[in-house]
């Protein structure tokens, strides 16, 4: 990497500082990297029509050129940019959902290097809604493409310390906009297909999805391993933890017996267990040799989303050697969350009666 220091520059989101944004946007003209907050998770930006940039991207992030990219537009406008052939449908989700978490993977244009999409003929697009990305788009006028800016693998961040934590020396400059709001990506749904498939569930619910396109399908990629080997990105190693998660379902008292069992296996061969929890489950697990933290209210999957990967990062930063965590409902925001989880997981979902 030809990068050496990496600068970071705090941006407040409700008084924007046009002159870190003009900066920026030279920066990224110029072919660097910036990483920027969205409203889902730090993106690692690079002009999206520079394929020396864009390559830039993969090296930082120790990311297989198989692995596509998304590209950030500014508004709606610009999709005929980076897009042919755009379905009739793209356009009404995106006056529903844009900007927002909402990816839609169409024909791409020829001006987007067939790297951005790892050598496909489709391009993912998405506007964020974010007022500093918002900005920058706006400032450097050419689309960016950014993918979440952790190193291969790892959890995406949300804040401007998980980038740093993850590619310090590996990106130029990194604006600090605080805590993202969402903290799982965008939902990306495929419009190139037959059937409009979403390939990840994200911001976006499946539920709020099928009011705007009823015959959408979903069918998780860790179900169909053949599925998973053919479609980039969607590898069941993802979102890793240093740690081995694994994700407990079945009634919550048995989820709950297995933990202790489990917890008190673990110490005893001298392991650190981390639990991650929903506040409901917080005095069944009291006292346990466990460090337990909390994701928020089961009820409430906006928080245990917006929070959940900062809590993965920061058990392994507590060096713990077993994350355990029980299995929520599927519903809403419920299933990024399962999906990250089941990623985080590499697939070990345990189920307890
Ligand atoms: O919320 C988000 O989507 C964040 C922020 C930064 O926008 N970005 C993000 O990017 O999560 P990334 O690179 O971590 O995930 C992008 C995924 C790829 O792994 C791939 O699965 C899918 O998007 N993707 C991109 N282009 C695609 C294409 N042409 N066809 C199918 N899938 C594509
Ligand atoms: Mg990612």
Redesign the pocket.
Known sequence: MDVRQTHVVAVDAQAIDMQAITAAAEALLAGRLVAFP???????GANACDEMAVARIFAAKG?PAT??????IAAVADLAMVAQMVPEIAYQLAARFWPG?L?L?VR?RSMIPAS???G?D???V?V?AHPIALALLDAARVPIA?????RFARP?PTTAQHVLDDLDGRVDLILDGGPTT?G???T?L?L?ADVPMI??P??ISLEALRMVLPNVRFVPRYLTPDIASS????LIKHYSPDAELRLITGPVAAVHRYIRVEVDLAVTSGRHVGVLAVAEDMPALHGLQALVVSLGAEADSETIGRRLFARIRELDRHGVDLILVRGLPQSGLGLAIWDRLVRAAEGRVVEVS
């Open positions: 969205t409203e889902t998770v730090y993106g690692l990311r692995d596509p990219l998304i590209v950030h978490p990816t993977v791409r951005v999409s790892a496909l489709t391009v993912a998405r964020p950014a993918p979440s800016a952790n995406s969402i799982l990506e965008s990306i495929d190139t390939l990840r994200g911001g479609a980039p990105g969607s």
